[in-house]
């Protein structure tokens, strides 16, 4: 989900389980734990017929050796590199003792090329999971300021993340009744089941809303509490979906009629319309023009009436196109996310996979145009630093602290769930060498001016080649090679792989 600046959450009490009762003397005499255990124990060596697979390791080799352990640490801090580590790093944030100044000074707010205009002011997505609608209302609303002559608006974020929340609910309930046959523990339904409305998104779930519920300004529906601390009526929409995700399996499994699925799931969104509405506030309507009033560029008040699908026309959000860079995928290969989405039967998942010198180009090459680039990445990934707004692999030495070093692959981590796509923000300017080659790349966040550089974060180009995923491309800037992707069957992730991340 789309990544939040918001506050930690208490951490729940564990659940105390009574204790069993005793048995009756008459009873048989009670196996033991161990005993019970022993029996699928996997550490008797290969020759148990017991054991699910045998121990590649000897028997000493396989269990913590506390003597060993004390040894070792005592040889550790003989070394006063080590104690000198220990004496600092014990005290502080690891990684803000290990920043490397020389990282901090290069990482600088110039660039060589850069659009003409910026959106303004920067936004803040609070303690919410809305990034990707906040990336893209910040692309969008470049457009819109420069036809109406705006300095400083913004659009609003919650009219969209009202009706994401109403599609999704749609969707997960749809899917559900679909699947009623799959066991209610297989992957797929506790995939489906683990986040129905989730806060975060894609780019294909923005143009279905945009294409459907157009756009509004943000004056004309601006955020409740609930929009900026979304998570209590999240935990409420997700447990009320999945007491309705049982009861309409047990209604598949009844054999009710067509009709009388449909009337039951029109009664389930009408718990999620009543939450949202209540939570959110009721927005406008998508048939009814509104009336916007605002100051130009010259001080001259304005005024415009339209519907949210008329002030959207001038985004051209279906034109774009979405490009990633996932190494575990054959490149210049169509992929899609199998039971993932909002709107039902909109506009699916759809990711065109190229290598990294192509997606670089291809967002080099629309800043150029002056178009600014909404793009997916891992934001808490190593090597960032929120409070400075610096993304940079060569941030941190934890090799000077701790003497080891991370080499993984940007595969292996998706392989091994140590990265995926958390985040969304937009591109508006990169520092070219003499080359033509990216050093840095600037970016605007949605979390405020408290953090980074009055909001904007500053991207080395080896944390881009790291930990940026996706970028939304006019079609324009990538060769017809590119494009024809678009032709192909899709490869079908299923849901629970990272390229189903939502930022």
Request: net charge neutral.
């Amino acid at each position: 989900m789309g990544s939040a600046q918001s506050t930690p959450q208490p951490t729940p009490a564990p659940r105390v389980l009574p204790q069993r009762t005793r048995r009756a003397q008459h009873d048989e005499p009670s196996t033991t734990l161990d005993e019970k255990f022993d029996a699928v124990r996997i550490d008797h060596g290969g020759s148990s017929s017991k054991s699910p697979r045998g121990n590649i390791y000897s028997s000493d080799s396989s269990h913590v050796s506390e003597a060993k352990t004390q040894e070792y640490i005592k040889e550790l801090l003989k070394d006063p590199t080590n104690r000198l580590a220990y004496s600092t790093i014990s005290k502080a944030n690891l990684n803000t003792v290990l920043e490397k100044q020389s990282t901090i000074q290069k990482d600088i707010q110039l660039f060589n090329v850069k659009i003409v205009h910026e959106g303004a002011p920067i936004t803040n997505q609070r303690s919410s999971g809305r990034c990707w609608i906040f990336a893209a209302l910040n692309t969008f609303r470049i457009a819109i300021q420069q036809k109406y002559g705006i300095k400083s608006f913004e659009l609003s974020q919650s009219y969209l993340f009202f009706y994401d929340k109403l599609e999704k609910a749609n969707y997960f309930l749809t899917s559900i009744a679909n699947t009623a046959d799959d066991a209610v523990d297989s992957r797929l339904i506790t995939a489906l089941m683990a986040s129905p409305v989730g806060d975060g998104g894609q780019w294909d779930m923005i143009v279905n809303l945009v294409s459907k519920y157009g756009i509004v300004p943000q004056e004309l529906y601006p955020d409740s509490f609930n929009a900026m601390n979304s998570r209590p009526m999240d935990g409420l929409l997700t447990t009320k979906l999945r007491e309705h995700a049982l009861t309409l399996r047990k209604a598949v499994a009844m054999g009710k009629s067509k009709d009388d699925l449909s009337a039951q799931k029109e009664a389930m969104m009408q718990d999620v319309i009543r939450i949202l509405t209540i939570c959110l506030g009721p927005p406008p309507r998508v048939d009814e023009k509104f009336s916007w009033n605002f100051y130009d560029s010259s001080n001259k008040l304005k005024s415009v009436s339209m519907t949210p699908i008329e002030f959207a026309e001038s985004t051209h959000v279906k034109k774009f196109i979405s490009l990633v860079n996932d190494p575990r995928n054959e490149y210049n290969r169509l992929l899609t996310v199998d039971h993932l989405g909002n709107v039902w039967d909109g506009r699916p998942i759809t990711y065109v996979n190229v290598d990294n010198t192509i997606l670089k180009n291809a967002c080099v090459a629309q800043i150029k145009k002056n178009l600014p680039v909404f793009f997916g990445s891992d934001v808490g990934a190593m090597g960032t630093d929120s409070a400075r707004g610096i993304m940079d692999t060569d941030l941190v030495s934890y090799e000077l602290g701790f003497n080891v070093t991370l080499n993984m692959t940007k595969a292996e981590r998706l392989l091994t769930g140590e990265s995926q796509m958390t985040h969304a923000m937009v591109l508006t300017a990169v520092h070219l060498d003499e080359n033509d080659k990216p050093v840095r790349w600037r970016v605007e966040n949605s979390w405020s001016t408290a953090a980074g550089v009055d909001g904007y974060f500053v991207m080395s180009d080896a944390w881009f080649d790291q930990f940026v995923y996706q970028a939304v491309i006019d079609p324009n800037m990538v060769h017809k090679d590119v494009r024809d992707v678009l032709k192909q069957e899709p490869k079908v992730l299923p849901l629970w792989d990272p390229m189903g991340a939502l930022a």
